[in-house]
């Protein structure tokens, strides 16, 4: 589903002369879906397609809107263990999906900045400092191929179950005391 994704969103993106690339955008969208309550369309918009008007890009923006509602249902309950990291597949070389998932904790910090402002629990900005950590992750090649793409492969689930947490934190339903109604 991922490289199906990736193949429709990529070509939508390069038309549109985006601010952002696939995994950028997929971070941000799933950074709104997390987030308490999702912003205007125009705000987040503006952050992948820059000043074009909406109408100029209608596939893009269907393409969008379809991928958040997607990744919102992948968040929401007992989907959230399908929810998966938009990025190059394995076959792509490390330090493209190293500075891809750099990309997509970008998007997903900005995402969420825009559907939970306020104050976040503490666990979820634990969370988001090791996300920004990761923004500036680099291919080390000093290491071996193998360690490398064991890190990247423990990174990249770090994020995913990060994403997970978070989202369950923000939406999680307060339980009234027993015995209030």
């Not at 008007?53 to 509602?69: N, S, T, W, Y």
């Not at 990744?71 to 989907?79: H, P, T």
């Not at 330090?95 to 998932?101: K, T």
């Amino acid at each position: 589903m991922a490289g199906d994704t990736l193949e429709k969103l990529s070509p939508l993106l390069l038309q549109a002369d985006a601010l952002a690339g696939p995994a950028e955008t997929h971070g941000l969208l799933s950074g709104l879906a997390a987030g308490r309550q999702l912003p205007p369309v125009q705000d987040w918009l503006a952050l992948v397609i820059g000043d074009s008007a909406p109408e100029e890009h209608p596939a893009l923006v269907k393409q969008l809107a379809g991928l958040l509602i997607q990744i919102s249902k992948d968040l929401a309950g007992e989907n959230a263990l399908s929810f998966q990291l938009l990025l190059p597949p394995d076959s792509a070389p490390l330090q493209d999906r190293v500075a891809a998932l750099s990309d997509w904790c970008r998007g997903f910090l900005m995402g969420l900045r825009l559907s939970a402002p306020g104050k976040l629990p503490d666990d979820a900005r634990e969370i988001l400092r090791d996300f920004e950590a990761i923004t500036q992750a680099g291919y080390d090649p000093e290491l071996s191929e193998e360690a490398q793409e064991a890190d990247f492969t423990e990174l990249e689930e770090f994020v995913r179950m990060g994403v997970t947490l978070i989202h369950t934190e923000l939406h999680e339903k307060e339980v009234p005391p027993p015995g209030t109604h």
